[in-house]
């Protein structure tokens, strides 16, 4: 198996304003494999944002580990930082009209990206526009400027812009955040296609239950920690129906930490001491009686 394409080890952010710490990220573990599409979930303030602009090389760790193909996030020079968000990773932010540029076109838009690169021939640039737009249904509106597009249409244009220089990764932040279900499924259909066609490994952030439900793989985060992962799977029955098998698990870390979720705490009176037990296939924990 090849390595993943992406690797966070106790993740730390903190954040100085004035006098107090807000530590954003408190040890975050993350792998994702090459190819892969991820949701992250979790609460207002529990840092997805943060762990997307870290990922994203607009902000750095303050301790840990974090990794993305060859580049290590904590050591990057400012050059390799400018390499790495330009080639590496795309980015997504959820307000769709700050993804573009209001005076240019839809090919104009997914061209900068390009342009500033000085990467492929103008022939060469022109077809990957083409590409890109057709991939995502809105060829058509390639003349278009953002204003006589429609939210999902702009969000499309945004995820092509974000494609051009053929990252490794695509992260989108609440992409589907201010938009109707309708257009949601579009603007998801769309990830779903640039991760299948063109092999990227998507990261979404997302608060919406049915982006979540539709990948194989949701990452929660509590307190800037990954808690819990959710992994879904097809299951083929006897008489040929399928149905998908969601599955929760509990991330441990490499120091072997897991956390038990309140409700089980709370259920059993597990406080602060508790009794562990190994068996021939299953580790219990039992209150401290
Ligand atoms: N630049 C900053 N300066 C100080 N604190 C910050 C900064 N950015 C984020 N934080 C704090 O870090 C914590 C995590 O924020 P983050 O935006 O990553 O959460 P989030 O899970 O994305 O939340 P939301 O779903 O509301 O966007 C919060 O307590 C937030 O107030």
């Not at 795309?90 to 076109?105: D, E, I, K, W």
């Not at 890109?132 to 429609?150: F, H, M, V």
């Amino acid at each position: 198996m090849s390595e993943p394409l992406i690797v966070c080890e106790s993740l730390v952010r903190i954040y100085q304003s004035g006098s107090v710490e807000v530590q954003a990220l408190q040890g975050l573990d993350l792998v994702v494999d090459r190819g892969e599409m991820i949701a992250v979930v979790g609460a207002s303030g529990s840092g997805k944002s943060t762990l997307l602009s870290i990922l994203a090389g607009i902000d750095a760790p303050t301790a840990g580990r974090a990794r993305v193909d060859r580049w290590n996030l904590l050591s990057m020079s400012r050059r390799d930082r400018v390499h790495y968000r330009r080639h590496t990773v795309g980015f997504v932010r959820q307000q769709t009209a700050s993804n573009l540029v209001p005076y240019l076109t839809a090919r104009q838009m997914v061209d900068l990206p390009m342009t500033a690169a000085r990467t492929p021939s103008k022939k060469e640039s022109h077809k990957r526009v083409t590409e890109l737009l057709t991939a995502l249904g809105i060829a058509d509106k390639a003349d278009r400027r953002p204003a006589q597009l429609s939210g999902g249409e702009q969000m499309r244009v945004a995820i092509a812009t974000a494609m051009a220089n053929g990252p490794r990764v695509l992260l989108a932040d609440e992409p589907t955040g201010e938009l109707d279900t309708a257009t949601s499924e579009q603007v998801f259909g769309a990830l779903r296609t640039v991760n299948r066609e063109f092999g990227v490994t998507v990261v979404v952030v997302t608060h919406d239950p049915a982006v979540s439900g539709q990948v194989e793989r949701t990452v929660a985060i509590r307190d800037g920690r990954t808690s819990s992962e959710v992994l879904r799977r097809t299951a083929t029955a006897e008489n040929g129906d399928t149905h998908v098998i969601a599955e929760e698990y509990a991330v441990m870390d490499r120091a072997g930490r897991v956390q038990v979720p309140r409700d089980y705490r709370e259920a059993l009176a597990l406080t602060r001491r508790v009794r562990l037990t190994l068996e021939a296939d299953r580790v219990e924990i039992r209150p401290d009686a």
